[in-house]
Every structure is written in structure tokens, then in C-alpha cells.
């Protein structure tokens, strides 16, 4: 049982690794985003033309969509060093 809840740690320490790497690139996605709405907006606000509304609405979307990625990824990642914990204490 010990070894095989070992071998079952190293594999969660693999996954969250991966994850947390997700995370970073996923942030870096966001701040991205993040600036393009920002102008989007600042020109939809001077502008007042459709074409500019239209593309502050999307860049605005497309960070609520990278918020959503960010934060399902950072409970996955939550739930798996919950798991390994418990894992470890079985082992402790």
C-alpha cells in the first residue's frame, strides 16, 4: 500500500507541476488580454463607433474567458495537493 500511495504522489507532484505551468502561461495570457481590453474600451469610450464597442465587448469576453481558465486550473490544482496530502499522511 505504502509504495503504491508513493508512486501515486510522484504522479500527483507531475500533475500539479504541469498545471502550475498552465497557470503561469495562462496568466501571461490574461495580462495580454488584459492590455487589449483596456484599449479596446479607452477607443469604444472616445469613439463611440460600433465597430470599437463591438471589439471591447469581445476583448472583455475573451478575459472572462482566461479568468475562468486561470481559476479552474488553480482548483484542480488545489484539489490534487489536497489528495496528496492525504496521500502523505497515510504514508506518515
Known amino acids: 500500500m505504502s509504495q503504491r500511495a508513493a508512486k501515486r504522489i510522484f504522479k500527483i507532484n507531475d500533475e500539479i507541476a504541469r ?3 498552465e497557470a503561469r502561461l495562462t496568466e501571461e495570457e490574461l495580462r495580454i488580454h488584459e492590455h487589449l481590453h483596456d484599449d479596446a474600451a479607452r477607443d469604444a469610450a472616445v469613439s463611440d463607433h460600433p465597430f470599437d464597442r463591438e471589439d471591447a465587448r469581445e476583448t472583455a469576453s475573451d478575459v472572462a474567458r482566461f479568468e475562468r481558465n486561470l ?3 488553480e ?3 488545489t484539489r490534487l495537493e489536497a489528495k496528496r496530502t492525504k496521500l502523505a499522511e497515510k504514508l506518515g
Open 19 to 21: 498545471l502550475r505551468e
Open 71 to 73: 481559476a479552474d486550473i
Open 75 to 77: 482548483d484542480r490544482i
